[in-house]
């Protein structure tokens, strides 16, 4: 007498096997794709073209001696030019939080009487922040990570082995 095939644990082995893996597949792919990852970038040769653009930039703030000093204090940034005698009409200051980008902002700003960048917070930004200061112009950079509140003035130099 035979029996059915679907009474057989054997053949039941057999097709659930490979029907697991398509299951976990299926999953794998819908899970990967629902929220790409924001860091991920899609055109890898335009973003390292840009990067060595950005190498120069920070390579050319060196070669003009730009120096910055750095303090926050009180919800109080001050940003003063230090070892240069140049003075910038307007100095923009970009914050990059490393893991929220939401908490990403950005200042333009103009110096007071002795030169010195200002600008008062609301609310306290404490913690590891990357900080990019460029001129109007944009043809130098300025790229360090800092943690903040800082007390006391933290130099900011040009390093090309930084720039990104």
Do not use: C
């Amino acid at each position: 007498m035979k029996s059915s095939w679907y009474k057989e644990p054997w053949a039941w082995l057999v097709f659930i096997l490979p029907f697991t893996a398509v299951v976990a597949g299926i999953a794998t792919y819908i899970i990967a794709n629902h929220e790409p990852d924001s860091l991920v970038v899609g055109d890898y040769y335009k973003k390292g073209k840009s990067i060595n653009l950005e190498v120069s930039k920070v390579k050319q703030a060196q070669k003009l001696g730009m120096r910055f000093a750095l303090q926050f204090k009180n919800n109080e940034l001050v940003i003063k030019p230090t070892g240069i005698e140049k003075i910038f009409p307007l100095l923009n200051v970009n914050f990059f939080h490393p893991t929220q980008e939401g908490k990403d902002f950005y200042l333009a700003l103009t110096p007071d009487g002795n030169g010195y960048f200002r600008h008062h917070f609301e609310e306290n930004i404490d913690g590891k922040w990357k900080v990019t200061l460029t001129p109007f112009e944009n043809h130098w950079k300025i790229h360090n990570t800092i943690s903040l509140p800082q007390h006391d003035f933290i130099d900011l130099i040009p390093d090309p082995t930084k720039a990104q």
